[in-house]
């Protein structure tokens, strides 16, 4: 995700970067990408023998008796089963009526599956799972949006509230008082949507804690969180990728960056914080599934609220601020 240099030339600042060069070196970000294939490829093969599962999906109109592989098939593999149309839509599962799964999160026992979409008539689980999805991507922008003299250091995003107007990641930037400008921000935003088009899978694995700390280990405030992440969630840390972003969350998230349609970086705001390395920089935005149309009067007043500061938790020295403070692999309905 790297913004080009005729952009740098004519509409930005001097702290965003246009090479190929990233906040995250290349070699940083192949060595933990190759971590996370590794694991990914060793817990696959631990499986061993292949065992059947049931799984019976309920749609809106019809049920469906699926024979599955445990701990290999996915919600994914499932949809894919059933017809193109559901396989694109579908935003995250849902397992026996009481458990959010995501996509392509492998299936552990025989189960009854939904797959939930935008349209559902109570969208409310589905629209968090997205506004959170929206937080882990734009930390994947600013991972790659500053030159090599800004040091970026992605702090933590809070649960997602639809209702606050906007999406965050907390980041720690070596700037002392940057005020982007608008132009500066439809660039960010322009980046983003470039980057979702190319329909990156969100891949979710659960790693140790000694697995976590070495893909991190370059990230102090990470490697802090990652203890407490681990005693709510059995001792596992569980990681999420696109592309080459990989970063800590509870979950679920949508299957493919795909379903990002509009997207808009509206405000970076400077928090008053006693976290040491630099100061915090609150980014915030908004966003509207690639499914769902909005006229752009609409649209701007989402983007003018989107602006105003979030009001989630401000992150201290004093305590681990983790995404609704304890991250697990899925959450209860």
Known sequence: MNISKYRLISVLGKNIRCSNSRGITTEELNRQNE?????????????????????????????????????????????????????????????????????????PDSCKLELLHYHIQQPNL????????????????????????????LHSFPSPNVRSGSFVYDVQLSLDNWKPETKELKVLSIEMIKFCQKQHPIHCLDVSVDLALDIFKDNPHKTQQIPDIAAHNSGKITLFKAGQHIDISKGPMVSNTSHIGRFTVSNVIKLDTDIEGGPIYRFQGVSLPSSIILDHFAYGILEARAKELNPARIPGSQGVINEDESFVSHMAV
């Open 35 to 107: 971590l996370f294939s590794s694991e990914k490829k060793r817990q696959k093969e631990k499986v061993g023998r292949i065992e059947k599962i049931e799984v019976e999906y309920e749609g809106s109109q019809n049920k469906t008796q699926l024979v599955m592989n445990k701990n290999i098939s996915t919600p994914y593999d499932c949809a894919r089963h059933l017809s193109e149309s559901i396989t694109k839509r579908s935003v995250v599962a849902l397992i026996n009526d009481t458990t959010l799964w995501h996509m392509h999160k492998p299936l």
């Open 126 to 153: 589905v629209n968090k799972v997205y506004w959170r999805t929206c937080s882990f991507l734009l930390g994947a922008l600013i991972n790659s949006a500053f030159k090599d003299n800004v040091e970026v250091k």
